[in-house]
């Protein structure tokens, strides 16, 4: 951390409620006590009056916080983060990240926050037609006070919705829509849940411990992207040569392995729990990938394969779909 960035947040610090001895503002700002004796020296000269109370370090009341300096590489990052499509796709985070940009810009040392260079991200569109305000304030609510959310939730695969009670652990974003992660009756199991399938909610007045053992990371770390399981499978897949570099240039899954093969075709591995998902992702890449195990995946693709066929097979000589 820069040393103008420490005295930053060394002001803020003091500026909050809290006793803040040298030694928890050392471990708060990732120094010694002996720079925070320094830094405590360079806000007096910059100014910045404090004091000690016996118990803690504390500004002024009278005392101005410097102005915020921010490069340009900070005001790209800002930028990119309050118009992300996490953000953007979240309706009380995107009235929330507008205010935040106001404060920073008030608080800016030339008054600008965002960067001259034009980055931005393209955002494709999408319009989640579910996605209720109100859900995510629940939510936001049962994440802060530990508080059991009941759903009535629809899931994909079933007619009607269901009722379930949350033990709400984490809310994120991922491929394109945001979900809540926690442990759920009546499964009694951890469970994620697509938020704009959420039909109703409402903060029950019992309350939950959470699990210090989850970790989101780590409980997705053995999913292909968002379902994880309990038993991991080598998938072992052939791409031909002209989707080859689809595989060599990133790295898709934390166990991915790659083998190139003399023909310029790619023998392309990895270890997941739940193969659907990697099916769906391998048959929109058509005939230029080969599974080559397990086999019961391979058989599903064969036998979506088939399905296809005969679904498209049923074309008049125009090319038009035949009227059965």
């Given at each position: 951390?820069?040393?103008?960035?420490?005295?930053?947040?060394?002001?803020?610090?003091?500026?909050?409620?809290?006793?803040?001895?040298?030694?928890?503002?050392?471990?708060?700002?990732?120094?010694?006590?002996?720079?925070?004796?320094?830094?405590?020296?360079?806000?007096?000269r910059m100014g910045v009056p404090y004091y000690h109370d016996g118990k803690g370090?504390?500004?002024?009341?009278?005392?101005?916080?410097?102005?915020?300096?921010?490069?340009?590489?900070?005001?790209?990052?800002?930028?990119?983060?309050?118009?992300?499509?996490?953000?953007?796709?979240?309706p009380?985070?995107?009235?929330?990240s507008q205010s935040a940009f106001h404060k920073l810009q008030a608080s800016a040392e030339d008054g600008r926050i965002l960067s001259d260079i034009p980055v931005e991200e393209a955002q494709t569109f999408r319009k989640d037609l579910y996605l209720n305000p109100y859900h995510f304030q629940k939510i936001f609510q049962a994440l802060e006070k530990k508080q059991i959310l009941e759903l009535q939730y629809h899931p994909l695969e079933?007619?009607?919705?269901?009722?379930?009670?949350?033990?709400?652990?984490?809310?994120?974003?991922?491929?394109?829509?945001?979900y809540l992660a926690g442990w759920a009756e009546p499964f009694q199991d951890i469970r994620l849940f697509r938020v704009d399938r959420i039909r109703e909610s409402k903060l029950l007045k019992a309350r939950f411990k959470p699990d210090s053992q989850f970790d989101l990371q780590k409980y997705l770390e053995n999913a292909?992207?968002?379902?994880?399981?309990?038993?991991?499978?080598?998938?072992?897949?052939?791409?031909?040569?002209?989707?080859?570099?689809l595989v060599t240039e990133t790295v898709?899954?934390?166990?991915?392995?790659?083998?190139?093969?003399?023909?310029?075709?790619?023998l392309w591995s990895v270890c997941v729990a739940n193969l659907d998902e990697v099916r769906w992702w391998l048959m929109g890449l058509g005939s230029g990938v080969e599974v080559l195990e397990?086999?019961?995946l391979?058989?599903?693709?064969?036998?979506?394969?088939?399905?296809?066929?005969?679904?498209?097979?049923?074309?008049?000589?125009?090319?038009?779909?035949?009227?059965?």
């Open positions: 951390m820069k040393k103008v960035e420490r005295v930053f947040l060394l002001a803020n610090l003091l500026n909050k409620s809290g006793n803040w001895t040298s030694r928890n503002l050392a471990k708060r700002l990732e120094c010694s006590e002996r720079q925070i004796y320094r830094d405590l020296a360079d806000l007096s370090y504390k500004l002024h009341s009278e005392a101005a916080i410097p102005p915020l300096f921010l490069s340009k590489e900070e005001r790209m990052a800002i930028g990119l983060a309050l118009s992300s499509v996490s953000v953007s796709r979240n009380v985070l995107a009235k929330a079933d007619p009607k919705p269901l009722k379930v009670q949350v033990c709400s652990y984490a809310l994120f974003y991922r491929r394109h829509h945001w292909w992207d968002m379902f994880p399981g309990q038993t991991v499978q080598t998938v072992t897949v052939k791409f031909s040569p002209s989707l080859a570099r898709r899954h934390p166990s991915q392995k790659i083998v190139e093969q003399s023909d310029g075709s790619v397990p086999f019961p391979r058989k599903k693709i064969l036998e979506e394969a088939e399905k296809m066929v005969c679904l498209y097979s049923k074309t008049d000589r125009n090319g038009q779909r035949a009227v059965i």
